[in-house]
Antibody
Framework: EVELVESGGGLVQPGGSLRLSCAAS????????MNWVRQPPGEGLEWVSIIYSGGDTYYADSVRGRFTISRDNSKNTLYLQMNNLRAEDTAVYYC???????????????WGQGTTVTVSS | ERVLTQSPATLSVSPGGRATLSCRAS??????LAWYQHKPGQAPRLLIYGASNRATGISDRFSGSGSGTEFTLTISSLQSEDFAVYYCQLHNNWPVFGQGTKLEIK
């Protein structure tokens, strides 16, 4: 069964750090584009970061320079290192596998259940 | 930077009715558009990819159409489990989401 399970969320003070993990089963993380997507309280989905199968990474402007996406192929796990956290980073964080359907068409077809990050003093 | 604008923000439809949700791109995205359903406390679910292709296991009550800059998600014979928030999304170097349409019971 194809599955993603996030962990690592919690309460952290402004300026603090957290590392989120996303353990995959049923497929190989390094063979797909993998994303982090978040949903702040009362708001919509916001893309955070992507790591391509080839290793290239991209970030939303709001997190660039503070967050780092990575993967451990031996553990088949995706990570999001979050530093210098701000109140506005408070959200449910989802990891999502992105499949390529050909002709430049993509879709996030597998999602984790999410892990909650709260940044507050 | 491509931007997606969804309308309306909230749509009220009676069970058994039909819902039509719109998504407009600021620049042409060809057919590279996906739709997702998101319910509180659950993971988002891919409904449509490539503007009009239903994802695995998705009911044929869900249909997508459009290309270029104008896209539509139509949900027919609305059932109680369909009331949720719907997002459109494109991938252009990286993903971009619309702001969502909340489909509520009338």
């Amino acid at each position: 069964e194809v599955e993603l399970v996030e962990s690592g969320g919690g309460l952290v003070q402004p300026g603090g750090s957290l590392r989120l993990s996303c353990a995959a089963s049923g497929f190989t993380v390094s063979s797909y584009y993998m994303n982090w997507v978040r949903q702040p309280p009362g708001e919509g989905l916001e893309w955070v970061s992507i790591i391509y199968s080839g290793g290239d990474t991209y970030y939303a402007d709001s997190v660039r320079g503070r967050f780092t996406i990575s993967r451990d192929n031996s553990k088949n796990t995706l990570y999001l290192q979050m530093n210098n956290l701000r109140a506005e980073d408070t959200a449910v964080y989802y990891c999502a596998k992105e499949s390529y359907y050909g002709s430049g068409i993509y879709g996030m077809d597998v999602w984790g259940q999410g892990t909650t990050v709260t940044v507050s003093s | 930077e491509r931007v997606l604008t969804q309308s309306p923000a909230t749509l009220s439809v009676s069970p058994g009715g039909r819902a039509t949700l719109s998504c407009r791109a600021s620049q042409s995205v060809s057919s590279n558009l996906a739709w997702y359903q998101h319910k509180p406390g659950q993971a988002p679910r891919l409904l449509i990819y490539g503007a009009s292709n239903r994802a695995t296991g998705i009911s044929d009550r869900f249909s997508g159409s459009g290309s270029g800059t104008e896209f539509t998600l139509t949900i027919s014979s609305l059932q109680s489990e369909d009331f949720a928030v719907y997002y459109c999304q494109l991938h252009n170097n990286w993903p971009v989401f619309g702001q969502g349409t909340k489909l509520e019971i009338k």
